[in-house]
């Protein structure tokens, strides 16, 4: 699976962005999908996860509320859609692909896109 991450920028605090990951390569609906970050100076850490047929989505307590995760399997895309963004969000986020447990290790990882949130 080839994954390819856009949708970042640079965007006021307050305001939304909405991150899309093209899959190609394979059946994109067999699956699990992840989202992460790695903001400077940090590990990269879990936000957002959604599962092969769409029926279960998880978002991180720090973001539930603000961030919200969707798929469209006939696009073989997921989103990532971040409201009222603050500037410690800030980071760039990466899309990733689970053959198996969404809780587990990913098996395909996207470039990555650029989150700037200015004060």
């Known amino acids: 699976v080839q994954l390819q991450a856009s949708g970042g920028g640079l965007v006021q605090a307050g305001g939304s962005l909405r991150l899309s990951c093209a899959a190609s390569g394979r059946t994109f609906s067999n699956y699990g999908m992840g989202w992460f970050r790695q903001a400077p100076g940090k590990e990269r850490e879990f936000v957002a996860a959604i599962s092969w047929i769409g029926g279960g989505t998880f978002v991180k307590d720090s973001w539930k509320g603000r961030f919200t995760i969707s798929r469209d399997n006939a696009k073989n895309t997921v989103y990532l859609q971040m409201n009222n963004l603050k500037p410690e969000d800030t980071a760039v986020y990466y899309c990733?692909?689970?053959?198996?447990?969404?809780?587990?290790?990913?098996?395909?990882w996207g470039q990555g896109t650029q989150v700037t949130v200015s004060s």
């Open positions: 990733a692909a689970a053959a198996g447990s969404l809780w587990g290790e990913y098996d395909y």
